[in-house]
């Protein structure tokens, strides 16, 4: 049986810098208070003039692509996840296919919010591993900004959330890279953050678009301390699980490579896992919480500064909307 590993990684995210001195100017919010809260100093916004959530995956594709020495003919399956698609329907899967000019091959969306990277690169795992693909595409992407509510009354949402693009592009090996996936989920916490809108589920009158404008239902929501609380503990469990499926401990593990939801999140982490600096890849102070795109933008980057060597054990864990938590232990 094959074993699945990650042979290139690239990201891509758009020009325009918005720093927190900037969202100052667009609600009651300062700098000092960002910066302490949740870590960030900038993030990126797109310009919708100029990207969509398929074409920053094609950019960053194309980069993961060049990496491991490969040409776009050579992907057979696309597996993406978003949450913040360029149409209602269809998915940004096809779109990406398009992109890259691969009709034919199939293309599968993954709607896990933040633990979607996790939860994509499980299921490439599962088809790499059984034989039917030997080379898949991965892409977490995420356009926030265009949900947010940029007024005082969103700024607990509209401070933290940026956009951008990972890809990895995932081969079937002789030796082991992904060692496991675990992941979770649970439903009774939906409404603690989501976006409730286009939802289906409403009378015919309120999908009107004269009662969209009149709405909230399309920016997202979000209970920020409850998910604070669960994150903490979720985050810490799925580290530990993965590893004691793998017979490791915690001096074993090379890199963790959190979801950047929060770098509060990210420190408590480590100081309760009692990992040193080189243990733990932040970047949210530049980018933001990317959501899905998070965790790849992240290991392009750590990759790209020589953070990531053979045979280190690296960690991804993720939690959010759902709620839903994961992890995945690689051997690279
Ligand atoms: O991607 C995974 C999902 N997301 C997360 O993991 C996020 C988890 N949660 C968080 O990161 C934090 O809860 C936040 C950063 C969202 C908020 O930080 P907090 O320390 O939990 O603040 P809080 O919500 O308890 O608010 C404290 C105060 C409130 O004022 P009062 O009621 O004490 O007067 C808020 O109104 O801070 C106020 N506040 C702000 N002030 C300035 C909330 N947002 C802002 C803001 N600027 N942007």
Known sequence: ?????????????????IT???LSTLMDTTDEWITERTGIKERRWIDPAKDTVANMAAK??????ERAGLKETDIEFIVFAT?????????SGVLLQRELGLEGIGALDIRNACSGFIYALSVADQYIRTGTYKT?????????????DVTTRGRNTAVIFGDGAGAA???????PGVLSTHLHADGRFAEELYVRDPGSSRPREERQPEQILDTTHYKVVMNGNQVFKHAIVRFSEAIEEALAANNLNINDLSLLIPHQANLRISQYIQQKMN????????NIMRYGNTTAASIPIAMSEAWAEGKIRENDVICLAAFGSGFTWASALIRW
């Open 1 to 17: 049986m094959p074993y699945t590993r990650i042979t290139g990684l690239g990201h891509y995210v758009p020009e325009q810098v």
């Open 20 to 22: 927190n001195q900037y």
């Open 60 to 65: 960053a594709a194309r980069m993961a692509l």
């Open 83 to 91: 949450i913040t698609p360029d149409y209602f329907f269809p998915g």
């Open 136 to 148: 898949i595409l991965v892409i977490g992407a995420e356009i926030q900004s265009t949900a947010l």
């Open 169 to 175: 592009i995932v081969q079937a090996s002789a030796r």
């Open 275 to 282: 990992l040193n600096n080189n243990q733990v890849y932040n």
